[in-house]
């Protein structure tokens, strides 16, 4: 089935108050230019509003096809979790889209599948949409684990989460190794993976499912690989680290992944 793809930016912790809306504001009419392919941008907490703004939410909630897309979140509604942030204020902020599982949160952070999942149900449960990262570490590659790991973070991040609910899920396959490396995964090492994935999903939901959940590639895309990457049939999109900090950059990603379409 045709799968509309998407392209993130994920933009970590980087950009500031002018930095932030200013390359909103270069993406913005450019990505309209774009109707092949859903943007998002996945913007640090205290630049949200600021963002949103620039991107032209609020002011002309269809004036922009940019969404604004927070990096983390937490899954408790309110209370006393210093430092955290809710669903209910990424809501408050317009934000529509929050990535759940990155490989830095788990792997730098230490969240456990368990939290991840917690977030993942809490990001739908809230209806908003999520997209949930997987990815595996170079020495799993190496040992030969990558499905079994793919797979174990496929079950765990999603138990729980109904076969309605996995049409506000984008997967998010991002080896490890490839991020913020340089060192990109081929295409055909890519579409292997991502073609495992898409059977898991078959397993644990059904094949329409399966089939209509997109599942993008992040790590190292960047305009020179993008294309032959976006080419193969189960990548349905990219996020973003580096490459997304320039609006060039970034639109040219965007503009590869519409003329898939
Ligand atoms: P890079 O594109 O910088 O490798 O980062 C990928 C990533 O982690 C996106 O979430």
């Given at each position: ?7 993130g930016?994920?933009?970590?912790m ?15 009419p450019?990505?309209?230019a774009?109707?092949?392919?859903e ?8 630049y ?5 703004e620039?991107?032209?939410?609020g ?5 922009t ?16 979790y ?10 408050d ?5 929050v990535?759940t599982?990155?490989?830095e949160?788990?792997?730098?952070l230490?969240?456990?599948d368990?939290?991840?999942n ?12 999520c997209v ?5 570490t170079?020495?799993?590659r190496?040992a030969?684990r990558t499905d ?6 496929l ?38 993976a991502?073609?495992?994935c ?9 094949s329409a ?9 992040g790590?190292?895309?960047k305009?020179?690989n ?14 973003i680290g580096?490459a997304s900090?320039?609006?060039?950059d970034?639109l ?10």
């Amino acid at each position: 089935m045709a799968r509309t793809p998407s392209v993130g930016g994920n933009w970590k912790m980087n950009t500031d108050r002018t930095t932030g809306p200013a390359l909103a504001r270069d993406l913005a009419p450019a990505a309209a230019a774009n109707p092949g392919c859903e943007v998002a941008v996945f913007v640090p907490f205290p630049y949200l509003l600021a963002v949103g703004e620039a991107l032209g939410h609020g002011s002309s909630p269809r004036g922009t096809r940019v969404r604004l897309g927070a990096q983390d979140c937490y899954f408790a509604p309110d209370g006393a979790y210093t430092g955290e942030v809710s669903i209910h204020m990424l809501k408050d902020c317009g934000v529509s889209v929050v990535l759940t599982g990155h490989s830095e949160r788990r792997h730098v952070l230490g969240e456990t599948d368990q939290l991840v999942n917690a977030k993942t149900r809490a990001v739908l449960d809230a209806d908003l949409e999520c997209v949930l990262c997987i990815g595996e570490t170079l020495d799993q590659r190496q040992a030969g684990r990558t499905d079994a790991v793919n797979e174990a973070r496929l079950r765990a991040g999603l138990a729980g989460v109904t076969a309605e609910q996995m049409a506000h899920v984008t997967i998010a396959y991002e080896p490890v190794w490839a991020i913020g490396t340089g060192k990109v995964a081929t295409p055909a090492d890519a579409q292997t993976a991502h073609a495992r994935c898409r059977a898991v999903l078959a397993e644990m939901f059904d094949s329409a499912v399966a089939d209509a959940t997109r599942i993008i590639y992040g790590g190292s895309m960047k305009p020179t690989n993008a294309a032959e990457l976006l080419a193969e049939p189960d990548i349905d999109g990219g996020l973003i680290g580096g490459a997304s900090l320039k609006a060039a950059d970034f639109l040219a990603i965007v503009e590869a992944a519409g003329e898939q379409t």
